[in-house]
């Protein structure tokens, strides 16, 4: 299984401002997964981050609140912009195990985000 | 309709105990299936796939019936270290995407 390590693991931010959370793999993907999880919620995929496109959001999440970076195979970035108390949840990368759209995905440790 | 339905719980069971949680699916063009345990405060990990021919790991069996849209898994003798949130999920619909339902919370006691 792949190793995926998050940076920040938590942060307290203020409204207003913005906080990049990084996203590091141990080997090549080509398609890395960014989801949220909301306080006491199961998890919501925000987007797809392909490497040398952009990346493709679900019904509810827009590129201006979300922007994302994939520079190479084993790392992204997720911004959270602009963020209110609402923005408060756990946001999370995933790597699927192998090349099929059929199989698992390993998830990372997570990034506890609260917003005052 | 969620995409994903699972009956939150808790569960409360004593150890020793079998303890089955049912999951059901509205997308018939779902293509893989899996149970994912997530521990509190840490991120989900794959318990097991799901089969239509069903699949058991040790005490744990997962069951899939592709006509009913509907997902199990049976936990026999539970100990104390399966309490968790176990989570249900489907995919195959498009290219990764993976939907979770709500998870179901275990509580195993002595």
């Known amino acids: 299984s792949a190793v995926i390590s998050q940076k920040p693991s938590r942060d307290i931010c203020q409204r207003g401002t913005s906080l990049t959370i990084q996203c590091q793999v141990d080997?090549?993907?080509?398609?890395m997964f960014w989801y949220r999880q909301q306080p006491g919620q199961s998890l919501t995929l925000i987007a797809t981050?392909?490497?040398?496109?952009?990346?493709?959001?679900e019904s509810g999440f827009v590129i201006d609140k979300f922007p994302i970076s994939r520079p190479n195979l084993t790392f992204s970035t997720l911004t959270v912009s602009n963020m209110s108390p609402e923005d408060s949840s756990i946001y999370l990368c995933?790597?699927?195990?192998?090349?099929?759209?059929?199989?698992?995905?390993?998830f990372g440790p997570g990034t506890r985000l609260t917003v005052l | 309709r969620k995409e994903v339905e699972q009956d939150p719980g808790p569960f409360n069971v004593p150890e020793g105990a079998t303890v089955a949680f049912n999951c059901t699916y509205s997308?018939?063009?779902?293509?893989?299936f899996f149970w994912y345990r997530q521990d509190c405060r840490k991120e989900p990990k794959l318990l097991m796939s799901?089969?239509?021919s069903g699949n058991e790991d040790g005490r744990f069996t997962a069951q899939l019936n592709r006509a009913s849209q509907y997902i199990s898994l049976l936990i026999r003798d539970s100990k104390l270290s399966d309490s968790a949130t176990y989570l249900c999920?489907?995919?195959?619909?498009?290219?990764?995407?993976?939907?979770f339902g709500q998870g179901t919370i275990l509580t195993v006691h002595p």
């Open positions: 999920v489907v995919g195959g619909t498009s290219y990764g995407k993976l939907t």
């Open positions: 997308n018939s063009a779902s293509q893989s």
């Open positions: 995933s790597v699927p195990a192998g090349s099929s759209s059929y199989n698992e995905q390993f």
């Open positions: 799901v089969y239509s």
């Open positions: 080997s090549q993907v080509t398609m």
């Open positions: 981050a392909n490497q040398g496109s952009e990346a493709t959001y």
